[in-house]
């Protein structure tokens, strides 16, 4: 049989341990790297041949959000399957746009996980009844849903860190960009959002529950 290769990013090591044995007691499941943040899940992608890419969202350092960018660029064909703690109306329409194959709620049950593995793994979707009933509410809004929903990759990734109090330094830093290609993402952040300052940012995005 040939087994479907899993890579698991996660900055909890319980999470990834009880993720291990779980996969292990399916026949044609096999867990072939793991990684604690986005940085290192980039590595893991660009060394190890895997089939699939389990992927949290929140984790310290670069994100799974900012890794989503460079692991589609490394590899194109790889299904990248979210497994977050945050409730799909946060973030699984972005992550979906940005090319994840599925997105999943911690709470579900870990044998959809399986089942959303196995999914993915022939290039389809996976897409729960939660996340198919927010993207159905985007198509039917004229304005195409909530501000932070026109943002494109990029931007919702700069959005996020300006939301967290990262000065614009810290960010191009961390996303090896110019401090002036920076701040021209937080002009058009502020302009598609209609907000003033970072505070509003910062105020929005607790509101919307994106941040803790």
């Known amino acids: 049989m040939i087994k479907i290769k899993i890579g698991i990013v996660d900055d909890h090591s319980i999470v990834r341990s009880g993720l291990r044995q779980f996969f292990d007691d399916e026949s ?31 984790m310290p350092g670069q994100t799974g959000i900012d890794a989503m960018a460079m692991i589609r660029a490394k590899a194109p064909d790889l299904a990248v399957l979210i497994l977050s703690g ?7 329409v972005n992550l979906i746009r940005q090319g994840a194959s599925g997105y999943l709620n911690k ?28 993207l159905a509410q985007q ?15 990029r931007e919702f990734q700069v959005f996020l860190r300006l939301a967290k109090g990262e000065t614009v330094g810290d960010i191009a830093e961390a996303l090896s960009l110019s401090v002036k290609t920076v701040s021209t993402y ?27």
Do not use: F, W
């Not at 196995?118 to 979707?125: C, D, I, K």
């Not at 198509?139 to 990759?153: A, I, K, M, T, Y």
């Not at 937080?186 to 803790?212: C, H, P, Q, V, W």
């Open 28 to 58: 044609d499941l096999q867990v072939v790297g793991e990684a604690a943040s986005g940085r290192a899940a980039v590595e893991l992608v660009r060394t190890v041949e895997m089939d699939v890419l389990l992927m949290d969202v929140s």
């Open 86 to 92: 945050y409730p799909e109306e946060h973030y699984a």
């Open 107 to 134: 709470q579900c049950d870990p044998s959809e996980i399986v089942t959303a593995i196995r999914t993915v793994n022939q290039g389809r979707r996976y897409i729960t009844p939660a996340v198919a009933e927010l």
């Open 139 to 153: 198509l039917n809004r004229p304005d195409g849903g909530q501000p932070h929903e026109q943002l494109s990759e």
């Open 186 to 212: 937080r002009t058009r952040i502020m302009e598609k959002m209609s907000l003033g300052s970072n505070s509003d940012l910062t105020y929005y995005a607790l509101k919307s529950k994106l941040i803790d």
